[in-house]
């Protein structure tokens, strides 16, 4: 409406990085992990050592810390969802726009998590060159954006439509954790999963449909 509009989408003056926000954000991130740590169950089969092999330890961290980033990850792609499709929704689709202050908030909330998540995944031996560069390649076009000053409209879209399918895959993973790969609903999930990400490759907008 008229008045969300106006108070919530004025373009933003002088384009910079707000370094103090984007270490807000990766400490928020960092926070709910130590949250999450100390209230998620994680499967038994995960933690099963004697402690007394360091190396078998480690790999006991490793998949216990990979199994909470699941559900952190799931989380960012939830609100990521809420809060780009909130962008989309009221401001439309509006390729080389400037940035307004909704779609700012956005940048930050992503760019925090992607930082978070290549400190973490390094910190604990979780390390995935694919995921690096995709977290890389994300966090250069926000940082880009945030310089310009405008695009982020663009961002707002691949995030969008990039975060649809993830809680379906965080699902599954979770899932094969709990050793419920076998389960009816894995099968679902899975089935749904390839079914949206192939729907999803024919059907997003791009610059020429604007």
Same mark, same amino acid.
């Given at each position: 409406?008229?008045?969300? /509009? =106006?108070? /919530? ?8 990085? @707000?370094?103090?926000? !984007?270490?807000? =954000? ?8 130590? +949250? #999450? ?7 038994? #089969? ?21 199994? +909470? ?32 202050? @909704?779609?700012?908030? #956005? !940048?930050?909330?992503?760019? =925090?998590?992607? +930082? ?20 890389? =390649? ?9 310089? /310009?000053? &405008? ?28 050793? !419920? @790969?076998?389960? &009816?609903?894995? &099968? ?23």
């Amino acid at each position: 409406n008229a008045e969300y /509009m =106006g108070t /919530m989408t004025n373009p933003m003056a002088n384009p910079i990085i @707000d370094w103090y926000q !984007l270490a807000k =954000g990766v400490i928020f991130w960092f926070l709910l992990l130590i +949250i #999450a740590e100390k209230k998620i169950a994680v499967p038994e #089969a995960l933690t099963k050592t004697d402690g007394k092999d360091a190396k078998e330890v480690r790999l006991v961290r490793k998949k216990k810390f990979f199994y +909470i980033s699941n559900y952190i990850s799931f989380f960012h792609a939830i609100v990521s969802l809420y809060l780009n499709g909130k962008v989309l929704y009221y401001g439309g689709i509006k390729f080389g726009s400037e940035i307004t202050k @909704d779609e700012r908030f #956005a !940048l930050y909330f992503s760019a =925090g998590y992607f +930082i978070y998540d290549i400190i973490q995944s390094e910190f604990f031996g979780n390390r995935d060159l694919l995921y690096h560069t995709h977290h890389i =390649g994300v966090l250069t076009s926000i940082a880009s954006v945030l310089l /310009m000053g &405008k695009g982020a409209n663009e961002i707002a879209v691949a995030m969008f439509i990039g975060e649809l399918t993830n809680p379906l895959i965080l699902t599954r993973n979770l899932m094969k954790d709990k050793q !419920l @790969d076998d389960s &009816k609903e894995y &099968k679902i999930i899975s089935y749904t999963f390839a079914a949206s990400f192939i729907c999803l490759l024919y059907t997003s907008p791009s610059p020429r449909d604007s």
